[in-house]
C-alpha cells in the first residue's frame, strides 16, 4: 500500500513539474485591423479587393 501511495505522488509531482517548463505569454495588441499602420504597402491584390475594383492593374506600380 504505501509503495502503491510512493507511486501516485512521484506520477502527480511529474505530472505537475510538466506544466511549470510551458509558459504562455500573451502580448496585448493596440488598435485595430482598421486603425493598423504595416510596414509595407498592400498588395495590388488586395488594394483591389478593398476599393471594390475589378482589375488590379492600377495599384501595381511597372504594370501598365
Known amino acids: 500500500m504505501k509503495l502503491k ?3 501516485a505522488f ?3 509531482v511529474v ?3 510538466s506544466f511549470t517548463n510551458c509558459k504562455a505569454s500573451a502580448s ?3 488598435g485595430t ?3 493598423r499602420t504595416n510596414s509595407k ?3 495590388p ?3 483591389k479587393k478593398m476599393n471594390g475594383d475589378k482589375s488590379a492593374k492600377k ?3 511597372g504594370h501598365n
Do not use: E, M
Open 59 to 61: 495599384y501595381a506600380p
Open 41 to 43: 504597402p498592400l498588395p
Open 5 to 7: 501511495q510512493i507511486a
Open 45 to 47: 491584390g488586395q488594394a
Open 33 to 35: 485591423k482598421s486603425t
Open 15 to 17: 505530472f505537475a513539474a
Open 10 to 12: 512521484c506520477l502527480l
Open 28 to 30: 496585448a495588441s493596440v
